[in-house]
C-alpha cells in the first residue's frame, strides 16, 4: 500500500455538490487520480461524516440508500483506518497541545499513528504541519495532485 494523504470529509462531499461546480470538479479529480495509484485512505470518523453531511444537506437528491451505497463505494476504492483508542488518545493530546478542534484533531491523529505525512482538507491552513503531518488544501490555486 503507497497511502500518502488522508482525505478529509470536506473533499467526499464536494463529490456530491453540484452547487460549487469547480470544487465538484477539483474534488473527483483529485480522488480519482489517488486512487489509480493507490494513493489515499480515509478514517471511519470521516465516512461517517460524510454519510451524514450528504444526507442532510443534498437528501433531496441523496437518500440514505444512496449515501451508504456511496460510502461502500469508498471503501472499495480506499483502505480505511478505524478510529481506535489509540486515535482517540492520540487525538485529545492533539487538542491540549496544538489547540485543535477535537474531529480535526481525530483525522491527524488517524493519519499520524498510521504514517501518512499529509492530510487533505481545506479546514485547515493550507501547508501547516504537526509532527510531521502536513495539511494540503486541494481547492487552493498551485494544488498539484503529483507533488504530493
Partial sequence: MSVRVVVDTNVLVYTQDADEPERHDRAIEVLDQLVEVDGAALTTQVLAEYYVTVTRRFGDRLNAELAAEQVRRFTGSMPVFDT??????????GVV????????????AAARLNGVGVVLSEDFQDGQEVEGVRFVDPFAPGFDTEAL
Fill in 84 to 93: 481506535s483508542l489509540a486515535v482517540v488518545l492520540e487525538a485529545l493530546r
Fill in 97 to 108: 497541545r496544538y489547540r485543535m478542534s477535537y474531529y480535526d484533531a481525530q483525522i491527524w
